[in-house]
């Protein structure tokens, strides 16, 4: 009997529910799904959520370190819809705790659901007769699994298993009890590891030495195994292949004990199991192969009439009942038949030589020793060697296993003790050796598998919190919606029905079977319409949108009339085309509304798009600008890329830029096409510095120097007082008081940003003085000009003197320059400039009453002392060549008579002899002193 683990599931769903917001309904714990020749498997994901969310995440965790590889959260599903998901991912060979998660927004809603053990692996199908599916002598002859990644469909439950009431213990020979009625109640439930106390579902007795098998495997490919049994003991490949081709008529059983062949297996047995699990389980998970195990039954047979016929005379002796040609054929039609009812000429079967038995009762007196049958064996070599007939790979020879001695197998053919592991070891040898010598290939390598069938999705519809309805897609040939109850709640694709769980069947045209997992739903009346508000005229400009905006929900799905496609999800729809557009909330029960009253929004024309003119080159220097102008077709207004509103711009930065023009109607065009600029970078600035000092005299220079920063110049240029000099040189000379800045210019002719600057100043030299001849014998100087100080020379020779008034006591070439000093900082000395040298002396010609100039000084014929002016009305100025000591002037009247004597001096500068009391008249004037002595005329006029 098979449990009925779907209504457990299911209860198990209903309570999960209350406190979880997702549920995963498949993969199931412990399912297997076949991985492809590459190592990798689609796994589908189904399950339902209870809380909005716009997508769907799961991820996969190797359940060891090293067995598999890890998948990290990844979208599997977006924007589901009313409570339900499914949705695949790819995923590698191995074993693996599944999680899922639900975002809405970006953010996790609810539980993070696991299931804790489910992997990408081997599916295998075994099937054939008792020594393949397990003897009675459970006790004694279970190799349980110690793998955890090795499972079983673990059908059969057997409370009483380790005690004398064990239902497998004391099975029916005839295994009816294992049968159901209907293979309809199979179903994805759960898996079991193959421990020691499971069974294979559907027929298996227990692990036997498939256990040891599936450590082997999932050892060696580092993957996850499942097995299903449908092995049925004494059955001969003949019954097989008539259940198959026959299903309505029970098969004749090779054991008959009466003339009537009244011994039949139950119709389309035992065939119908492995139809079911084909179909149904190859079709969900995907099968890697069907390993094939039989052919004792038909050795019995032959043995049996052997038997017979050695009482009998060679006339009456009956011609064995299989034959070489018998079995290959039977064989043959059944492998055949199982890919017609797969849908799959490529379903692979490994096929065990094996065909060691005796007769029924083998071990009484007299009966027949046990023997293997080599007209059976050549039959398998025969099915195995056809090409025509591949995918058809050879599996173990067991007759050479547990034959020395009879009694070692059991009833003569079941494997039992260390034949267990023989067994186990030739089948693990059979799937994991090498081809041959010279291929390195296995089985695994060899045989592509069939993958798993897509899950396709239910669709939920809300109705009222009494009423659901649920669809299936279109184009199966066969429905079937069954609740936790396995009542059959309906035969087409939709159906309506009140919360609770379900799962559902769908048949493909081939008969084949795919389940949908149970899943649990609740009833839920459907939100009301929600309503459309626009943030904008719905008569708007072409190229723009227009803003919808749904009233409240949980999620929105946004609707074109015209196509019923979804456009949007979110609250705020922005649309710029012509149609009118509906919107429908998703609440937090995962119910759809109906669609709102629909908007809709026309357009108004846009001015025709513009072109740009270039006024100038798109590539310019950084600091420079390219000029653009737009077209004005049609425009009242103009909005450029970068925000400017003017028909020209000017550009100053690099990019592609767009003008749009607007129109009368407030429509902006379309932009125009993008123009790009291209700004190039400024070589880096040089630095200037000064060879010489940069304060000089009129007259004199300083020299410049500009230094590049880098190579990146080709030519350079000056700066002087802001206005460039075009001087194409490294070094100059400046004369001229200037701010002075270089530059270096590259070869896109790009000037760098100017250099430090440097103050060069010119300062004014003195004008010429002028050397005025005051007195017979004293030159003074005289400057237009401030002057700091006079250096005089006579005749080349400079003079000790450096005031403005000199006595000239020798004849000759008198010159005269003017110094002028100009302090400058930071140095603690003055800049000295000295004027043109003047070598002319200017005086005034009494005889022609003018100015007049000469070369050379000369002194007067006076014999040393000059008295001036003469005749005065009484104030004259005495002067002498000669630099006297001890002085005494007097003066006389013409008479003799002394009317003035000064004071003794040295008479070294001019004096002054005022005689302004004296009479007119003529006078004496009597110079006296050691060394000198001199008396002149003096006139007095008024």
């Known amino acids: 009997m098979l449990k009925k683990l779907p209504l457990l599931l299911c209860f198990w769903f209903i309570s999960h529910v209350?406190?979880?917001?997702?549920?995963?309904?498949?993969?199931?714990?412990?399912?297997?799904?076949?991985?492809?020749?590459?190592?990798?498997?689609?796994?589908?994901?189904?399950?339902?959520?209870?809380?909005?969310?716009?997508?769907?995440?799961?991820?996969?965790?190797?359940?060891?370190?090293?067995?598999?590889?890890?998948?990290?959260?990844?979208?599997?599903?977006?924007?589901?819809?009313?409570?339900?998901?499914?949705?695949?991912?790819?995923?590698?060979?191995?074993?693996?705790?599944?999680?899922?998660?639900?975002?809405?927004?970006?953010a996790v809603v609810g539980n993070v659901s696991r299931i804790e053990r489910v992997g990408v692996g081997e599916v295998f199908v075994i099937a054939g007769q008792s020594n393949a599916g397990g003897s009675g002598l459970r006790s004694t002859n279970e190799t349980a699994s110690s793998d955890d990644r090795v499972n079983c469909a673990n059908f059969i439950n057997d409370p009483g298993y380790g005690t004398s009431a064990s239902y497998i213990k004391n099975f029916d020979s005839k295994n009816k009890s294992f049968v159901t009625t209907t293979t309809d109640a199979f179903s994805i439930i759960e898996f079991s590891q193959l421990s020691k106390d499971v069974t294979i579902g559907p027929l298996g007795i227990g692990p036997y030495y498939w256990g040891k098998v599936g450590d082997a495997l999932a050892a060696k490919l580092n993957v996850p195994i499942v097995f299903f049994n449908v092995a049925w003991g004494g059955a001969s490949v003949r019954v097989w292949r008539e259940s198959a081709e026959n299903?309505?008529?029970?098969?004749?059983?090779?054991?008959?004990?009466?003339?009537?062949?009244?011994?039949?297996?139950?119709?389309?047995?035992?065939?119908?199991?492995?139809?079911?699990?084909?179909?149904?389980?190859?079709?969900?998970?995907?099968?890697?192969?069907?390993?094939?195990?039989?052919?004792?039954?038909?050795?019995?047979?032959?043995?049996?009439?052997?038997?017979?016929?050695?009482?009998?005379?060679?006339?009456?002796?009956?011609?064995?009942?299989?034959?070489?040609?018998?079995?290959?054929?039977?064989?043959?039609?059944?492998?055949?038949?199982?890919?017609?009812?797969?849908?799959?000429?490529?379903?692979?079967?490994?096929?065990?030589?094996?065909?060691?038995?005796?007769?029924?009762?083998?071990?009484?007196?007299?009966?027949?020793?046990?023997?293997?049958?080599?007209?059976?064996?050549?039959?398998?070599?025969?099915?195995?060697?056809?090409?025509?007939?591949?995918?058809?790979?050879?599996?173990?020879?067991?007759?050479?296993?547990?034959?020395?001695?009879?009694?070692?197998?059991?009833?003569?053919?079941?494997?039992?003790?260390?034949?267990?592991?023989?067994?186990?070891?030739?089948?693990?040898?059979?799937?994991?050796?090498?081809?041959?010598?010279?291929?390195?290939?296995?089985?695994?390598?060899?045989?592509?598998?069939?993958?798993?069938?897509?899950?396709?999705?239910?669709?939920?519809?809300?109705?009222s919190n009494q009423k659901l309805g649920l669809s299936l897609p279109a184009g199966y040939s066969a429905y079937q919606w069954v609740s936790s109850n396995y009542e059959i709640m309906g035969n087409t694709k939709d159906v309506t029905v009140g919360p609770g769980t379900y799962f559902a069947k769908i048949t493909k045209p081939n008969g084949n079977i795919i389940q949908i997992p149970s899943f649990t739903v609740n009833a839920n009346t459907p939100p009301a319409a929600p309503t459309v508000s626009a943030n904008a005229d719905l008569n708007y400009c072409e190229g723009t949108t227009v803003g919808l905006t749904s009233s409240d929900g949980a999620l929105y799905e946004w609707v074109a009339s015209n196509s019923n496609t979804i456009v949007a999800r979110t609250k705020t729809f922005n649309i710029g085309t012509n149609g009118t557009y509906s919107v429908r909330i998703i609440d937090q029960n995962a119910c759809l509304s109906p669609l709102s009253n629909g908007v809709t929004i026309v357009s108004k024309p846009r001015p025709v798009q513009p072109t740009i003119s270039l006024k100038s080159s798109t590539e310019f220097c950084d600091g420079q600008s390219a000029k653009l102008s737009s077209s004005n077709v049609g425009a009242i207004g103009y909005l450029w890329s970068n925000g400017l509103t003017t028909q020209d711009v000017d550009i100053r930065t690099a990019g592609t830029f767009t003008v749009r023009t607007l129109g009368s109607n407030g429509c902006y065009s379309a932009p125009s096409s993008g123009v790009p600029t291209v700004v190039n970078p400024l070589p880096t600035s040089p630095t200037i510095r000064a060879t010489s000092d940069t304060v000089f005299c009129e007259g004199s220079k300083t020299r410049l120097t500009l230094t590049p920063a880098n190579a990146n110049y080709v030519a350079f240029n000056w700066e002087r007082n802001a206005t460039l000099s075009g001087e194409n040189a490294s070094a100059i000379d400046i004369s001229t008081t200037a701010l002075v800045k270089g530059y270096v210019v590259d070869a896109k002719g790009c000037y760098s940003k100017p250099s430090n600057g440097i103050w060069a100043v010119r300062k004014a030299k003195p004008v010429s003085p002028v050397i005025y001849r005051v007195g017979p014998y004293l030159l003074a100087a005289r400057s237009t000009q401030p002057v700091d100080e006079y250096t005089w020379s006579l005749s080349g020779q400079a003079l000790a003197t450096k005031d403005t008034l000199i006595r000239a006591i020798t004849e000759g070439v008198y010159t005269l320059q003017s110094k002028r000093r100009y302090p400058i900082l930071a140095s603690a000395s003055p800049l000295v400039c000295l004027s043109p040298e003047t070598s002319l002396v200017t005086y005034f010609d009494t005889k022609s009453s003018s100015t007049l100039e000469t070369a050379e000084f000369k002194f007067p014929d006076d014999k040393g002392i000059s008295i001036y002016p003469n005749p005065t009305s009484g104030v004259f100025s005495v002067d002498s060549k000669f630099n006297l000591e001890g002085v005494v002037l007097k003066v006389y009247t013409m008479a003799g008579i002394e009317v003035y004597v000064s004071e003794k001096f040295d008479f070294n500068s001019r004096r002054v002899l005022d005689l302004s009391n004296l009479p007119t008249g003529t006078y004496l004037l009597r110079v006296d002193s050691q060394s000198y002595r001199l008396t002149k005329q003096l006139i007095i006029t008024r």
């Not at 993969?27 to 796994?43: E, F, G, S, T």
Request: charged share 15%; net charge neutral; proline share 7%.
């Open 247 to 463: 299903p309505t008529v029970g098969a004749p059983s090779d054991f008959q004990f009466d003339s009537g062949n009244i011994n039949r297996y139950m119709p389309g047995y035992p065939y119908a199991n492995l139809k079911a699990v084909l179909g149904y389980y190859g079709i969900n998970m995907g099968i890697r192969a069907i390993l094939w195990m039989e052919g004792e039954t038909q050795n019995l047979l032959n043995l049996s009439v052997e038997q017979q016929n050695a009482t009998l005379p060679l006339s009456q002796q009956k011609p064995l009942p299989v034959t070489e040609a018998s079995y290959l054929d039977n064989l043959k039609r059944l492998i055949t038949r199982t890919r017609q009812d797969l849908g799959n000429d490529n379903l692979t079967w490994v096929v065990a030589r094996t065909s060691y038995s005796g007769v029924l009762n083998c071990g009484v007196a007299g009966a027949l020793p046990p023997k293997p049958s080599p007209v059976i064996v050549r039959a398998q070599n025969l099915a195995i060697a056809d090409q025509s007939f591949s995918p058809i790979f050879p599996g173990p020879f067991t007759d050479n296993i547990q034959v020395d001695k009879i009694g070692d197998r059991d009833q003569c053919v079941h494997f039992t003790g260390s034949g267990l592991d023989e067994a186990a070891n030739s089948w693990i040898n059979s799937l994991t050796s090498p081809v041959s010598s010279n291929d390195s290939r296995n089985f695994f390598d060899l045989n592509a598998p069939i993958m798993a069938d897509t899950i396709p999705a239910v669709n939920l519809t809300c109705i």
């Open 18 to 106: 209350v406190v979880s917001q997702i549920t995963i309904t498949s993969p199931v714990q412990r399912q297997v799904i076949q991985r492809d020749l590459a190592n990798k498997a689609i796994v589908t994901i189904v399950g339902s959520y209870s809380q909005p969310v716009d997508e769907l995440q799961v991820r996969f965790i190797p359940v060891k370190t090293g067995q598999g590889t890890a998948l990290d959260w990844t979208v599997f599903k977006t924007n589901p819809r009313g409570g339900l998901f499914k949705g695949t991912v790819t995923l590698t060979g191995g074993w693996y705790s599944m999680e899922v998660r639900g975002l809405l927004r970006g």
